[in-house]
């Protein structure tokens, strides 16, 4: 076993379930005392940074000698809960793969940076390597969101699995509520009711329709368009009663281009057009959580160090692509720092069966060290 791959197995071996998402849950500060020694012994200087009381991230820092370009290398701590995972914290090394939770979403990318860094602290580079193992990626940011306040680089890579392809483009998401007013009444008393699951319906066609709209008009090159789901419905209170009010929360990805503004004007035009065809339809919509999409400009210098770096190593340029989901390269490059989306392959981000191909960390370990004796100098 080689020290990188014993070192990704003791991390998918510490339970770090964002208890955002499953309440009562370890959360990442176990995790991050195990990363912070680690680093420490290394020898970089390491501080831990708390993104909310008890929700620690980890900031390690290879020291240059002075006068070269600082890079970040960024991975998130925090993983999504293990319902139906038979040993979820018994990491298991199978034909090249090494399976458990979080081994690909993303302790995998996160073993590699750790490595890199601490090689880039023997070679003595001009700039200084972060290193920011951050929480709370998995439902809010809010581990980044801290770290870009305080910390700056002049690029920075996030170890995402991404199949070793660079990923310059993600789409962002809006997340809303839609409430419908109803009238409460018995159910023998339809003179009196007014049901307000019934007239979420013609809500739930026009998101239908929106839905259609965007995937027929694609506004990117590498992400397509924007979606539209909804996620969550709720309303009513018994059988024999007419529902006197529901409630709608939804989620609309966006790419760029598209705010979070536009997207709360799209829903209200729905309303209104749903309340012009029916005077008793009344509905309020409100806009919750939102964050960025992101898109790196191809000349930014990350992404030719990042072009050749994983050229070098894979004897092959990797793919320049774009990704669906959401991370918190958009709160990097919102802070002012050009970055990137490069990582292991793998599969079974928040599924029963997690696996990362270790092949694939080794390359991603000595890219992010290639990455760092070129940009830093």
Known sequence: ???????LGELVAIDSINPDLVPGAAG????????AAWLERAGLDVRIEEAAPGRPSVVAIARGTGGGRTLMLNGHLDTVGVAGMAEPFRPRVEDGRLYGRGAYDMKGGLAACMTAAAEALERRLRGD?????????EYAGRGTMGIATRY?????????STDLELVLAHKGFVWLEIETAGVAAHGSRPE????????????LVEL???????????????????SVHASLIEGGQELSSY???CLLSLERRTVPGET???????????VERVGRSDPSFKAVVRRGLDRTPLETPEDADIVGTMERSATKVLSLPPAVTGVPYWTDAATLWAAGVPTVLFGPSGAGAHAVSEWVDLDSVRNCAEIYLACALEFCG
Do not use: N
């Open 1 to 7: 076993m080689t020290g990188l791959e014993q070192l």
């Open 28 to 35: 990442e500060a176990g995790l991050a005392g195990h990363v």
């Open 129 to 137: 390597v972060i290193l920011t193992a951050v929480a709370d990626e």
């Open 152 to 160: 700056h680089a002049d690029g920075a890579v996030i170890a995402e």
């Open 192 to 203: 009196l009711g007014l049901d307000a699951i019934v007239k979420m319906g013609r809500v």
């Open 208 to 226: 239908e329709r929106l839905g259609a709209e965007l995937r027929a008009h694609p506004t990117h090159r590498r992400l397509g368009s924007g």
């Open 243 to 245: 529902p006197g009010r």
């Open 260 to 270: 979070p503004e536009a997207v709360e004007a799209e829903l209200r035009e729905i």
